[in-house]
């Protein structure tokens, strides 16, 4: 049994090629150190006296600065490359942070949260184009699902370790974060220079399909239809980010060290399963797959009214993480597939937008439900758009078969 689990693992990461794995290594160096995101709603409500709505107003910003920044560094990918927005993005984002930590003021703050977003985040398409550069068609879902992997081993390590600062002083989570920011681009440069780009094959009647659409995403309706639906999916998937600190700290008491294990829970699960999950969808229908998942991530957060102690807890964060990593693998994939090579960082950004004015919507949205009509309605409402979300990703399918 354990010799057939362990083949299953080697072969879920056996073709990847170097530089995928440094890009990822990259990555893992750089969540690692992910903790103010995580902290901040309570970073602001603790610390500085702000209520949940307020708090939820300044992760819109962080959110907006993030979806400007996503648009400019697909623009940015297909004119200079990805391998300069990387590295802009990851030195500009560590400076942002340790101004972020020693800024006073509602004014300041919001204003560099929102450069912050922006620098950050202008890092998802150049990244995205990269893991498709240096991969095979057949096997970027792979590509893209170790990229995932690195991202959340660092997310397991992160809010644990941050939850362990914050219970000392908050300022550290803004040194650390800012820290792994600057770090992280050191190897992106020195094992990266030089590094030949390896443009992937398209299969032909794709490559056809293609020529029929305009350059632009924006264009591409069945794309244009895709992003609204995952739009939906993320307002519900980003309350982790927001409300769902608040309402486990406000109604079921919990420490921070206590949020940082269950926010770990995810980032656990998707580090022991997602590469062999992926493997296992990888021949089915990626908006299948994404229709699945919608349906997961509404049961998890659905659940979370009817939880109290930690294990349960953790429990429905399980079930809304199978949904997280049938839906991010698959997404990205299929938007690369319909994207050209020379549009493709177009492509990568307007996903990455998609996913920006969710976290620009989820926290206001989100915070504003929580404080006005309980949370009871609030993950009653994430649980109902699941399900909606589902049925429209599933007909999508059904129409683009």
Same mark, same amino acid.
């Given at each position: 049994?354990?010799?057939?689990?362990?083949?299953?693992?080697?072969?879920?990461? %056996?073709g990847?090629?170097?530089?995928v794995?440094?890009l =990822?290594a990259?990555?893992?160096?750089?969540?690692?150190?992910?903790?103010v995101?995580?902290f901040?709603?309570?970073?602001?409500?603790?610390r500085?006296?702000?209520?949940?709505?307020?708090?939820?107003?300044?992760?819109?910003?962080?959110g907006?600065?993030?979806?400007?920044?996503?648009?400019l560094?697909?623009?940015?990918?297909d004119?200079?490359?990805?391998?300069?927005?990387?590295?802009a993005?990851l030195v500009a984002?560590?400076l942002?942070?340790?101004?972020l930590g020693?800024?006073?003021g509602?004014?300041p703050?919001?204003?560099?949260?929102?450069?912050?977003?922006f620098?950050?985040e202008?890092?998802?398409?150049?990244?995205?184009?990269?893991?498709?550069? @240096?991969?095979?068609?057949?096997?970027?879902?792979?590509?893209?699902?170790?990229?995932?992997?690195a991202?959340?081993?660092?997310w397991?390590?992160?809010?644990?370790?941050? *939850?362990?600062?914050?219970?000392?002083d @908050? =300022?550290?989570?803004f040194?650390?974060d800012?820290?792994?920011c600057?770090?992280s681009a050191?190897?992106?440069t020195?094992? !990266?220079? *030089?590094?030949?780009?390896?443009?992937?094959?398209?299969?032909p009647?794709r490559?056809?399909?293609?020529?029929g659409?305009?350059a632009?995403?924006?264009?591409?309706?069945?794309?244009?239809?895709?992003?609204? !639906?995952?739009?939906?999916?993320?307002?519900?998937?980003?309350?982790f980010?927001s409300?769902?600190?608040?309402?486990?700290a406000?109604?079921?008491?919990?420490?921070?060290?206590?949020?940082?294990?269950?926010?770990?829970?995810?980032?656990?699960?998707?580090v !022991?399963?997602?590469m062999? !999950?992926?493997?296992?969808?990888?021949?089915?229908?990626?908006l299948?797959?994404v229709?699945? =998942?919608?349906?997961f991530?509404?049961?998890?957060?659905g659940?979370? =009214?009817?939880?109290h102690?930690?294990?349960?807890?953790?429990?429905?964060?399980?079930?809304?993480?199978?949904g997280?990593m049938?839906?991010?693998p698959?997404?990205i994939?299929?938007?690369?597939? %319909?994207?050209?090579? *020379?549009?493709?960082?177009? @492509?990568?950004g307007?996903?990455?937008?998609?996913?920006s004015?969710?976290?620009?919507?989820?926290?206001?949205?989100?915070?504003?439900?929580y404080q %006005?009509?309980?949370s009871t309605?609030?993950?009653t409402?994430c649980?109902?758009?699941?399900v909606?979300d589902?049925?429209?990703?599933?007909?999508?399918?059904?129409?683009? %078969?």
């Amino acid at each position: 049994m354990l010799r057939a689990i362990l083949s299953q693992y080697r072969a879920a990461f %056996r073709g990847l090629s170097r530089e995928v794995w440094i890009l =990822s290594a990259v990555l893992l160096i750089n969540r690692t150190g992910t903790m103010v995101v995580p902290f901040l709603t309570l970073y602001l409500t603790k610390r500085h006296g702000y209520g949940i709505a307020e708090a939820g107003g300044f992760l819109a910003l962080h959110g907006l600065g993030g979806f400007a920044g996503i648009f400019l560094g697909g623009k940015l990918t297909d004119r200079i490359g990805f391998m300069p927005v990387m590295q802009a993005s990851l030195v500009a984002s560590g400076l942002a942070l340790f101004a972020l930590g020693a800024v006073e003021g509602a004014w300041p703050f919001g204003a560099m949260l929102l450069l912050f977003g922006f620098f950050a985040e202008s890092f998802r398409p150049a990244s995205g184009a990269a893991i498709a550069a @240096y991969s095979t068609e057949e096997g970027r879902p792979r590509a893209y699902g170790l990229q995932r992997l690195a991202v959340n081993l660092g997310w397991t390590a992160g809010p644990v370790i941050g *939850g362990l600062l914050a219970s000392v002083d @908050y =300022s550290w989570l803004f040194l650390v974060d800012g820290g792994t920011c600057l770090l992280s681009a050191l190897p992106l440069t020195l094992a !990266l220079r *030089g590094a030949p780009v390896r443009v992937p094959s398209v299969d032909p009647e794709r490559r056809a399909e293609a020529d029929g659409r305009a350059a632009s995403p924006w264009a591409d309706r069945p794309f244009v239809l895709f992003l609204g !639906l995952l739009f939906f999916q993320g307002i519900v998937f980003f309350q982790f980010q927001s409300t769902l600190p608040v309402f486990l700290a406000q109604e079921r008491a919990f420490s921070e060290k206590m949020i940082g294990i269950v926010v770990a829970s995810n980032t656990i699960v998707i580090v !022991l399963f997602e590469m062999i !999950l992926i493997r296992a969808v990888d021949r089915i229908s990626p908006l299948r797959v994404v229709a699945v =998942s919608s349906l997961f991530i509404g049961v998890g957060y659905g659940m979370t =009214s009817f939880v109290h102690s930690l294990p349960f807890i953790i429990l429905s964060v399980v079930v809304w993480t199978v949904g997280e990593m049938l839906t991010a693998p698959m997404t990205i994939t299929w938007t690369s597939r %319909r994207a050209e090579d *020379g549009n493709r960082g177009r @492509y990568m950004g307007a996903y990455g937008m998609c996913y920006s004015a969710c976290a620009v919507v989820a926290p206001l949205a989100g915070t504003w439900v929580y404080q %006005r009509a309980g949370s009871t309605t609030l993950w009653t409402a994430c649980f109902v758009v699941g399900v909606l979300d589902a049925a429209g990703l599933w007909w999508m399918a059904r129409r683009l %078969r």
